[in-house]
C-alpha cells in the first residue's frame, strides 16, 4: 500500500504522472493565491464601504443640523411676522378711527380739514419712499 502512495521515479509512465502531480500542485497554489487575492479585495471593499458610510453618516448629521438651524430661524422669522401683522392691523385700526374723528369733526363745525397724503409703505411694501432710504443713511452716520 505504501508503494501505490509513492511512486518510483524510474519508470516511463511514472514521468506522466510527476508532470500531472506537478500541474495538480501548481494548479492548487494559483487556487489558493486566487482566493487569497479575493479575499483581500472582499476585505479592501468592506474597509472603503465602512469608511464611506461614515462618511456619508457624517454629512448627514451636518444636513440635519443646517435643516435644524434653518427651521429655527423659519419659526423665529414667522414669529417676528405674526407680530408684523399684528401690528399693521392695529395702525390700520388706529387710522380708520383718527380718519372717522376727522369725519366727525368736520360735520360739526362745518369747514374741512385739509391733509396732505401721507405715503403708507406698510400697504405698498415695494414702493418704500425715499425718505426711508435717506433718514437709515443718517442713522448709520
Do not use: C
Not at 26 to 47: C, G
Not at 63 to 76: L, P, S, W
Not at 88 to 103: A, G, K, P, W
Request: aromatic letters at 4%.
Amino acid at each position: 500500500m505504501a508503494s501505490s502512495q509513492q511512486r518510483p521515479v524510474s519508470s516511463g509512465s511514472d514521468g506522466g504522472d510527476l508532470q500531472i502531480d506537478e500541474r495538480k500542485r501548481k494548479r492548487m497554489l494559483s487556487n489558493r493565491e486566487s482566493a487569497r487575492r479575493s479575499r483581500m479585495r472582499k476585505q479592501k471593499q468592506i474597509e472603503d464601504l465602512t469608511e464611506e458610510s461614515g462618511r456619508l453618516q457624517t454629512e448627514n448629521d451636518r444636513v440635519a443640523k443646517r435643516i435644524k438651524v434653518t427651521e429655527e430661524a423659519y419659526v423665529e422669522m414667522e414669529a417676528a411676522n405674526n407680530v408684523i401683522r399684528a401690528q399693521t392691523m392695529e395702525l390700520e385700526e388706529r387710522l380708520r378711527f383718527l380718519n372717522s374723528v376727522i369725519d366727525v369733526a368736520e360735520d360739526v363745525n362745518g369747514f374741512s380739514v385739509e391733509m396732505a397724503m401721507i405715503p403708507d409703505p406698510l400697504l405698498k411694501p415695494w414702493f418704500i419712499p425715499n425718505y426711508y432710504s435717506e433718514s437709515h443713511d443718517m442713522m448709520l452716520r
